[in-house]
């Protein structure tokens, strides 16, 4: 089953161009979505191996509990943003529709192979297809934001690109289990492996290597802005836990805390004086990533199941407050809180419990996540704890911001929100009510995630065999 999912998605997307059908797009992002659930029931490490050649030797895509978790994410918000942008998007649509396809098929590419030069082959696709979609409205904001993106994209690939040079100079090798077994610390190791997390730490959008997102996502339609702050920053998380995975470097790691402690910071600080509401939702992302990427340099199991369980929390939540953004945006045509401003009482609702949920007030998902990272933190430094605290009350302040620009100025907009584009707003605001009261639901999902970082002896047996 594993092998049809990437196929399914890669074979919509040319059928889209030929035929124009938006339900061939939209059936395949499904699929690949109930694919993945269905594989989450199997409970072990899933191995396909192409053309008859055994690892290391030939291509393999494995699914562990990591990829498996990244993997559901990236299908699930894909699923709803198809759904939304039925409505969202008024011209183009097929060519829309394509993009997506080859964008989910990147994003899950990068997380289920087995082979470091697959990923970087699949992050390339990832990155083309975003390139597309930054600039699919053709005006100055989309024209540019795609441009910053190409040029500081390119950076990153090539980082990327140049350390999987070093390692396979050295190793012989690019399957990541047969890696694994050859790694050292020599300085040649360190360079490629400094090379590769810098390039991911681009697509992450961890400070210094933010500049290409807020620039990118106001430029970009909505619904992709959702998937940009959700599943490609996951994705960015995830290359980074993957190399420090092979290298066996699941550990304290004082520079992924300081840099994560800086991206959370000045993420939320940055959030707060932005006007366009797009922007403030990218660098709250960014702010957000932060977070995750202090605990994950813990290297505790707390502070992975803390790590992992927030991006799923912010995957939720970004996906509603963008898509309620769109919606605002739909009927008013405007982006600047100062000029936003409706009456619609579902959409109140939705976004009110998002921007709760953003900020970690109980008893939503986002306030689960955020105790588990005050507990974590706690065990390294209070300080951490304090600095966490403080950038959760800054987060409080702008999504107070935007919801009152929105819904408490007075404004009203003329029409109504299509249906059909406040189902999965709707459909992501019970996921953080549900999850909130029962954080079991969540750490059912997260906990195999965070058990796969800390068993590389395992990974390397489903794989190597033996």
């Known amino acids: 089953m594993l092998e049809y999912i990437i196929s399914i998605l890669i074979v919509s997307s040319f059928l889209m161009l030929v035929l124009k059908r938006d339900l061939i797009a939209i059936g395949a992002i499904l699929v690949s979505f109930f694919m993945m659930v269905l594989l989450f029931f199997q409970d072990q490490i899933t191995i396909v191996r192409f053309g008859g050649w055994v690892p290391p030797f030939g291509i393999v895509w494995v699914m562990d509990g990591l990829s498996l978790f990244v993997g559901l994410l990236i299908t699930g918000i894909s699923s709803l943003v198809a759904i939304y942008s039925i409505k969202y998007i008024k011209e183009?649509?097929?060519?829309?529709?394509?993009?997506?396809?080859?964008?989910?098929?990147?994003?899950?590419?990068?997380?289920?192979?087995?082979?470091?030069?697959?990923?970087?082959?699949?992050?390339?696709?990832?990155?083309?297809?975003s390139y597309g979609l930054v600039s699919f409205f053709l005006d100055e904001d989309a024209i540019e934001g795609a441009f910053k993106y190409i040029i500081i994209g390119s950076f990153g690939s090539s980082f990327i690109l140049l350390g999987i040079a070093l390692l396979y100079g050295v190793t012989g090798t690019l399957n990541f289990a047969d890696l694994a077994l050859k790694i050292s610390h020599s300085p040649v190791f360190m360079i490629a492996l400094g090379l590769i997390i810098g390039g991911f730490a681009f697509k992450a959008a961890i400070i210094p290597f933010h500049a290409w997102k807020p620039d990118a996502?106001?430029?970009?339609?909505?619904?992709?802005?959702?998937?940009?702050?959700?599943?490609?920053?996951?994705?960015?998380?995830?290359?980074?836990?993957?190399?420090?995975?092979?290298?066996?470097?699941?550990?304290?790691?004082?520079?992924?805390?300081?840099?994560?402690?800086?991206?959370?910071?000045?993420?939320?600080?940055?959030?707060?004086?932005?006007?366009?509401?797009?922007?403030?939702?990218?660098?709250?992302?960014?702010?957000?990533?932060?977070?995750?990427?202090?605990?994950?340099?813990f290297g505790t199991t707390l502070g992975l199941t803390s790590g992992l369980y927030h991006i799923l929390n912010n995957a939720l939540i970004k996906g509603l407050l963008f898509m309620g953004i769109g919606c605002v945006i739909y009927l008013t045509g405007k982006e600047n809180l100062d000029e936003m401003g409706m009456n619609n009482t579902p959409l109140l609702i939705c976004m009110g419990i998002g921007v709760l949920s953003m900020a970690g007030i109980p008893p939503l998902n986002g306030f689960v996540s955020k105790w588990l990272i005050f507990m974590a933190?706690?065990?390294?430094?209070?300080?951490?704890?304090?600095?966490?605290?403080?950038?959760?009350?800054?987060?409080?302040?702008?999504?107070?911001?935007?919801?009152?620009?929105?819904?408490?100025?007075?404004?009203?907009?003329?029409?109504?929100?299509?249906?059909?584009?406040?189902?999965?707003?709707?459909?992501?605001?019970?996921?953080?009510?549900?999850?909130?009261i029962f954080p079991q639901l969540g750490l059912n999902i997260v906990e195999p995630a965070a058990n796969a970082l800390l068993n590389q002896n395992q990974y390397i047996t489903a794989v190597l065999g033996g």
Not at 102 to 125: K, P, Q, R, S, W
Not at 388 to 409: E, Q
């Open 217 to 297: 996502i106001e430029g970009t339609p909505t619904p992709i802005g959702a998937i940009f702050t959700t599943s490609s920053s996951a994705v960015g998380v995830y290359g980074i836990m993957r190399i420090l995975f092979v290298f066996g470097m699941i550990q304290l790691n004082f520079a992924l805390i300081g840099f994560g402690v800086l991206t959370m910071m000045v993420g939320a600080l940055l959030a707060l004086v932005q006007i366009n509401a797009k922007r403030m939702l990218a660098y709250s992302s960014i702010s957000q990533i932060g977070y995750v990427v202090m605990v994950i340099g």
């Open 377 to 436: 933190s706690w065990e390294i430094n209070p300080i951490l704890t304090v600095l966490a605290i403080i950038a959760s009350a800054i987060t409080l302040a702008y999504g107070f911001k935007i919801f009152s620009s929105i819904f408490l100025s007075g404004k009203k907009s003329s029409g109504e929100i299509p249906k059909i584009m406040l189902v999965p707003v709707v459909i992501l605001t019970i996921l953080c009510v549900l999850i909130g």
């Open 92 to 129: 183009r649509k097929h060519r829309f529709y394509t993009l997506l396809c080859l964008m989910t098929a990147g994003l899950l590419g990068v997380c289920l192979t087995g082979d470091i030069f697959n990923m970087y082959v699949f992050f390339e696709i990832l990155s083309i297809a």
